[in-house]
């Protein structure tokens, strides 16, 4: 059946109501449109750097000479199409559909061209388990491959994350501490060398105290954002160990030296509004409003166009690399002889029979 002229006009009010289906089909349609109305395109070719006009003349031009009756009629059903299918995308898509599985340690979804990496052990403060740091290596390659913009790492519960799980020490193979110790070096290497290479913007959004590993990270993202609540500490000496992550680079220079030192030698715990003066906070935002007005401002940033974002990104970045990824093999070389001191043995002793807390 042919449409009317009425199916046409419905058509065209019921396109004023759709979600912006893309450059091409909106060509499509404008094409159909005018050979419906006017018939075979036959206005003079717009100049080269007309991008615009030009797209669309080409766009109708291509149509010859259709019938304006056949083009109407492609009109109403292209409409139809977009209708249906629109409808069906506006649905909520069931949580099973967002939530990756297979992940233990972490809830990782992906929403609105974010993805989001969760580190999701509340009740252990999101202190973070030889598994977790498998998972979060995991969870950035297929985000780094996925079709979102942007990726943002969070923690569940009142901690962003207490840092290295302790009990990672506890966990020592028949082969012996030291084996456990180089094999961990490469465990650490390989998961700061995946926050280096991360090609899309990464976001931290600190719902929470942050210790170690967890802060030091914190100078290869490209904003964090922290809840007023946050507080960043990295008890290294303390822990008879040294620094990783590249805060040995990053730090001094996002803060300064004297500044770097206070944190990476003497622990000194700062507040999310020192962390901002200092340059490693981007924000600070109000516990009560933070997650609101973070995944606002996210979900705002996430519609900037991607490959912009991404080639921003390695200008800012891509000189550093190298260099970081030596600084990481350097630090992690260091704590592989850290970890066998009797210095970190006994801090950690004493934090695993609850004798101390940092
Ligand atoms: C041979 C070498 C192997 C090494 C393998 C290494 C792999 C790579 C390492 C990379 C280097 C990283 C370095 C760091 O991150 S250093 C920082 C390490 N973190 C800490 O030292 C923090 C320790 N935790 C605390 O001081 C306190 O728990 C904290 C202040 C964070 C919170 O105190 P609060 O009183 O509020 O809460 P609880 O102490 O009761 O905590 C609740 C439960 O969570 C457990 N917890 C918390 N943090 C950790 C942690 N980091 N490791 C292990 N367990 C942690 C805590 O024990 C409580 O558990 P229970 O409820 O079971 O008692």
């Known amino acids: 059946m042919r449409a009317s002229q009425k199916d046409f006009e419905s058509a065209l009010s019921q396109v004023k109501l759709l979600k912006d289906p893309g450059n091409e089909v909106k060509l499509k349609l404008y094409a159909l449109y005018k ?4 018939g075979p395109c036959n206005t003079p070719k717009p100049g080269v750097f007309d991008l615009i006009n030009k797209a669309k003349w080409d766009a109708w031009n291509a149509l010859g000479s259709l019938p304006k009756e056949t083009a109407r009629q492609n009109y109403v059903d292209l409409v139809s199409g977009l ?7 506006s649905q909520v898509k069931p949580e099973a559909d967002r939530k990756q599985r297979g992940y233990e340690t972490l809830v990782v979804t992906s929403e609105d061209s974010i993805t989001k990496i969760m580190m999701n052990r509340p009740a252990k403060k ?13 969870a950035l390659k297929a985000a780094s491959k996925d079709d979102s913009a942007i990726t943002v790492l969070t923690g569940n519960g009142d901690y962003y994350s207490s840092g290295n799980d302790l009990s990672n020490f506890t966990d020592i193979p028949p082969e012996g501490i030291e084996e456990k110790a180089k094999s961990s070096a490469i465990l650490l290497r390989d998961f700061v060398d995946c926050f280096i290479d991360f090609p899309k913007p990464l976001i931290a959004a600190v719902n929470g105290p942050a210790v170690g590993i967890s802060v030091t990270i914190l100078g290869l993202f490209d904003t964090v954002y922290a809840s007023s609540r946050a507080t960043f500490h990295t008890p290294f000496s303390h822990l008879g160990q040294s620094p990783e992550g590249c ?64 080639i921003s990104k390695q ?4 000189r550093e690399k190298e260099k970081l990824h030596a600084i990481n093999a350097e630090e992690s070389r260091v704590l592989q002889e850290r970890w066998l001191s009797d210095e970190c043995t006994n801090a950690v002793m004493n934090f695993l029979t609850r004798k101390a807390k940092l």
Do not use: H
């Open 35 to 38: 050979q419906a109305t006017e």
């Open 83 to 89: 209708s249906s299918s629109s409808d069906s995308s």
């Open 126 to 138: 999101n202190a973070i388990t030889t598994q977790m740091y498998n998972e979060i290596m995991l």
């Open 247 to 310: 805060s040995s680079y990053t730090f001094p220079k996002i803060m300064g030296p004297a500044k770097a030192a206070e944190m990476l030698i003497f622990g000194k715990k700062l507040t999310a509004a020192e962390a901002c003066a200092q340059g490693l906070v981007s924000e600070v935002f109000p516990d009560s409003t933070f997650q609101k007005e973070v995944w606002t401002r996210l979900k705002a940033y996430s519609k900037l166009p991607p490959n912009a974002m991404r």
């Open 315 to 318: 200008v800012i970045r891509n």
